[in-house]
């Protein structure tokens, strides 16, 4: 914030809930104000993420069967693809699947500091004025999204790996 909005001045630090759309200058200067709280949602979990990969692949390169396959005459990159990455892919998809609904809850605090009027702004506004139904539905929808994610993230596993059969 302090580097790209207030010394260089190239993105606005603060998010103007009352700018509309009108024309391509409206809609950049939209695009420019989404920029940081977009990269502060993004990059945290990109980074675990990038870590958890790394380790499910490493675990995956010493198996029997990647061995077989290279025997077998595979090539690097088509055992990487049908039998490195499949069986790696299941560990990740679960960590996606939670982190998808933490990057709506994690949003509560980005909207506070960007000034962004959401649901997490939302949320805190209703805490404050103890607004008890609305604190309860957004937290009702929070528990949908985990729900919601985890059940996609439980079917994608028969896609990845044939042998788990629901």
Known sequence: I?????QLNW???????????????SLV??????????CVLILYQSAVLMRFVRSSILEEL????????????LSGFAVLKNHILRNAMIPV?????????AIFTGALVTEQVFRVPGIGALLVESIYRSDTPVVM???????IL????????????GWLDPRVRY
């Not at 010493?62 to 005459?73: C, H, P, W």
């Open 11 to 25: 993105l606005p630090f603060i998010y103007n809930s009352t700018l509309q759309v009108t024309d391509w200058n």
């Open 137 to 143: 539905a957004i937290a009702f929808i929070y528990a």
């Open 2 to 6: 302090i580097i790209f909005g207030v």
């Open 62 to 73: 010493v198996q029997e069967y990647v061995r077989t396959a290279y025997a077998k005459g």
């Open 146 to 157: 985990i729900v919601i994610f985890n059940l996609i993230a439980d079917l994608s596993y």
């Open 93 to 101: 998809v679960t960590l996606v699947a939670l982190d998808v609904p």
């Open 29 to 38: 200067l939209q695009f420019k104000q989404s920029i940081m709280p977009v």
